[in-house]
């Protein structure tokens, strides 16, 4: 606890904290003030997020860059997941899929992006390992036949038809989103 509350003395952004406990209180003194509770709410994540942050990075320094590399990746987007969580609750199903895409091209497009600019800016001829780029490169493959099969099946209706002949599948188009 007192390390907590040194860090929370060293960075300001953790000030925000405050924000968390006067977030679920605004929503339960007063459920119509939407934008409000948007206000607050994200001014009580950021500081959430941080923390999380800090978290990973503690015990990556412990275990190495495999374990640290995992938690990152898995609990960089708790943010996320809390947020569809509540969306699917509130039967938001719009909300969550462009929440969903807007990470996949936030994560993959302007990080990757980002790393290349500021890389460059300092190190005009960059290295990467061949063996890790080539993994991700697979991972992404792999990713991306998936994504695209299971849109598919919200546009085209998929149905297996016993015959007396053999069983066939017919494709119906559907117009989904």
Excluded at 43 to 53: D, T, Y
Excluded at 70 to 80: H, I, R, V
Excluded at 82 to 94: D, E
Aim: net charge positive.
């Amino acid at each position: 606890m007192k390390l907590l509350l040194q860090e929370i003395r060293r960075n300001p952004l953790l000030w925000l904290l405050v924000f968390v406990p006067v977030a679920l209180a605004a929503e339960k003194l007063n459920h119509e003030a939407h934008t409000l509770h948007f206000i607050l709410s994200v001014l009580a994540i950021l500081p959430l997020a941080i923390l999380l942050s800090h978290a990973t990075e503690s015990v990556a320094v412990k275990t190495g860059d495999s374990v640290g590399g995992l938690l990152n990746a898995t609990l960089g987007n708790l943010t996320e997941l809390v947020i569809a969580i509540a969306a699917l609750q509130a039967g938001q199903y719009t909300l969550v899929k462009a929440s969903i895409a807007g990470a996949i091209v936030t994560n993959s497009l302007f990080m990757l992006g980002a790393s290349f600019l500021l890389g460059g800016v300092r190190y005009h001829l960059q290295e990467f390992n061949r063996i890790a780029a080539r993994f991700q490169a697979g991972l992404l493959f792999l990713a991306t036949p998936c994504t695209l099969i299971f849109a598919s099946t919200r546009i085209w209706s998929w149905t297996l038809v016993f015959t007396q002949d053999a069983p066939r599948v017919v494709c119906r188009s559907g117009g989904g989103t």
